[in-house]
């Protein structure tokens, strides 16, 4: 039986939740908690040094080797001619010290007789000038000839390593990101892409709104690629800039199934599948694709500063990770980090060195939000090239660790013993089970909103994390959902500004509250409908039924005013955005405006349906305390009790395991009832500390 229906089969057999768990378990057995390793690229250096060098990853403890990410130039040195020698070699070596390989297909890099001979195959920016050889990312994902060339380069490694036992799975391209592609391959295809979705060019000129501005169209082939080099960003169609996201991120996500299918044909069904996305992608939509087994996430916290406290700017930015380990695993179930910076880099504002421990901290973080894989770019400083000040776990010497290689060593070193005490049964205990909250989230409207923002303030993606950040603080276990999931499990569920809707997706929710669940939706939701396009009537129409209320207008004042609310006895200034509402009858009003010439206008209402309560936010405070209160209000109501933890202070909950990473600035105690056994670290959480304990 074929691999594929072999999936199938169990997936049918057994509910969504249990299969992604089941295969999880197939490629990262469970009780091994977490593997890691190391970025190697044995290419850059001299092969006297390789076994040294896979020696020494063995021995600070790391369980694989990725390579070959950016090697096409060697694996294929001249057109159709195959050299695996080399990497033959490092393989075997990888075997005989005992580490696994992760072996990567090359498509990120093309070596230099591609771009000298077939020019079409990279990518043309908005001037229409092709990208030149030299730098990675630049294949036209649209061109034949290019994907004719990856498909055969994939095809002879698939074909070369699919069956060695010592390679656990594969990893396609680096950062697969949709950027936008100027070339006459890339207009055809985006032509093609738009009739495949509007059919008659006519639905193409009513969903774009062609008839402002004289845009219409009398046929696709009149249709071009948006261009936002050569029209300034206003005068740009936004419907049109919208279908763009959507082709590129669609044409993106076939050239990784692409590979995943040439591969399939070749591997063994024990090697998995995965991508190494970055933490926030802006443009690719990883729920896109549909052959990998999983995803994973680049991150890189700290870029110079931090968001808290005199240490932050070496402690990183904290949400960087925090998002990264929910949003991934929306994608295929489970999901790791494959780059978790290991010092400073080459490209931060200022490459500070980072507070002993970070990296650490960061690894944990990622293991305690459920990361199947940590593994880090890369094992030695390069002497030459690109990335040059880079730092890497083994410093320019080729042999000392680097503060974060000997972190790392810790790290590896510490999951070794933590896995003594792992436990097969564990379930999520009551207490986090009670609080479990899911975040909606959809990269369309963070392309939407982050186009048309109408205050320079609002910042498209920080805004849905800062409900994250607060879910986090309030103790509860948070995922960041596609609106597709099934929202029963999660007590309460947040809808943070979801500006493109439909009424199906809104009946969807209305459920969600009749059925018990606790719905908290934000201004700036079912603005638009999914062409992008404003209701023929008042603002977010379709939301109205649901959270008893009118949005008569919207407001925002400039960053030096401070616009007060009332709620309760509480006050709470806002600046940002403020939609003023009309409630229905039956509509509680939970805060009002307490200034401006609508003074007394409602800024939140709370209405009950069925079995559960919907609550709809209308205004951004500037420190989102009020937003905070509301949330734990709905924990309370619900039945669940809540914490408090400070700004910083992640709690989290994995395989019987509580882990606690400090982001902050300050020492912090943590509670840990008397049954409590500590594991790593200690109870005080320094700046950059972590704690593990077992209750
Ligand atoms: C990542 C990339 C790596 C390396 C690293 C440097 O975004 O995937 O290849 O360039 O940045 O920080």
Sequence with gaps: MNRSIIVILIAVLISGGQAKAQQANQFFPAKNLITTGIYYYPEHWNENQWERDIKKIAEMGYEFVHLAEFAWFRLEPEEGKFDFAWLDKVVALCEKHHVKVLMCTPSATMPAWMRDKYPETHIMYGNYIRGEHGTRGLGSNANTKYKFFVERAVAALAQHYGQNKNVVGWQLDNEPDAKTDYSPSAQTAFRQWLQRRYKTIDALNTAWGTAFWSQRYNSFNQVMIPNVTLVNWWGNNPHALLDLKRYSADEQADFLDLQSAVLRKYISPDQYITTNYTAVSPTANPRLTRKMDFATYTAYPNGGAGNMGNVGFRLGDSKTVLFAAEYYKSVGGFTGVMEMQPGPTNWATQASLLLPGTVRMWLYHSFAAGGKIACSYRFRQILYGAEQYHAGVIK????????????????????????????????????????????????????????????????????????LEMAKSLGADADVVDEKADLSPYKVVIVPAYEMADPELIKKWTRYVEQGGHLIITCRTAAMDRNGHFWEGETAAPLSDLIGAHITNTDMIPPYSKGDILAGQNHYSWNIWADLLKPDDNTTVLANYNDQFYKGTAAVVKRNIGKGAVTYIGVVTDDMKMEKEILKNNYLESGADVENYPPGIYVYWRDGFYVAVNYSSDNYEMNIPGTGKILVGDKVLKPAGVLVWTE
Aim: aromatic share 16%.
């Design 396 to 467: 320019t010497d080729g042999v000392t660790p680097s503060q974060g290689g000997v972190e790392y060593i810790q790290f590896n070193k510490e999951i070794r013993q933590l896995r003594q005490y792992y436990q097969p049964d564990a379930q999520l205990p009551q207490k986090l089970a009670a609080r479990k909250t899911a975040i909606v989230w959809n990269l369309e409207n963070y392309w939407t909103i982050d186009r048309e923002k109408q205050n320079v303030r609002w910042d498209a993606w920080n805004y849905p994390v800062k409900f």
